[in-house]
Nanobody
């Protein structure tokens, strides 16, 4: 079992930055790849960023490349999402997930564990 708890969301203005955190617990988390997804009202869950367990390779959705950075602190069992140059279209609930499918990080259905989500709202 893996438990995930996101934090760090909030209301910001366009151009601001936020850092989301995902605190994890559970014996198998250390061997899990991780990902961040987001979901806006009426829309499907969208891949934002993922990091592979084996080599820490990072992958990003097209809409956030160059603005967002995923990182992982294994000593703290925490995954971060640094979000810079935020835009109103980044507004969504952000979820972190853990998966052992290390080759399909952008596919939400491959994730076994999810956090409860944290709201990010970006005003114009």
């Amino acid at each position: 079992q893996v438990q995930l708890v996101e934090s760090g969301g909030g209301l910001v203005q366009a151009g601001d930055s936020l850092r989301l955190s995902c605190a994890a617990s559970g014996r198998t988390f250390g061997r899990s790849s991780v990902g961040w997804f987001r979901q806006a009202p009426g829309q499907e869950r969208e891949f934002v960023a993922g990091m592979r367990w084996s080599d820490a390779a990072a992958y990003y959705g097209d809409s956030v490349k160059g603005r967002f950075t995923i990182s992982r602190d294994n000593a703290k069992n925490t995954v971060y999402l640094q979000m810079n140059s935020l835009k109103p279209e980044d507004t969504a609930v952000y979820y972190c997930g853990a998966t052992v499918d290390h080759l399909r990080l952008s596919v939400s259905r491959t994730y076994t564990y999810w956090g409860q989500g944290t709201q990010v709202t970006v005003s114009p």
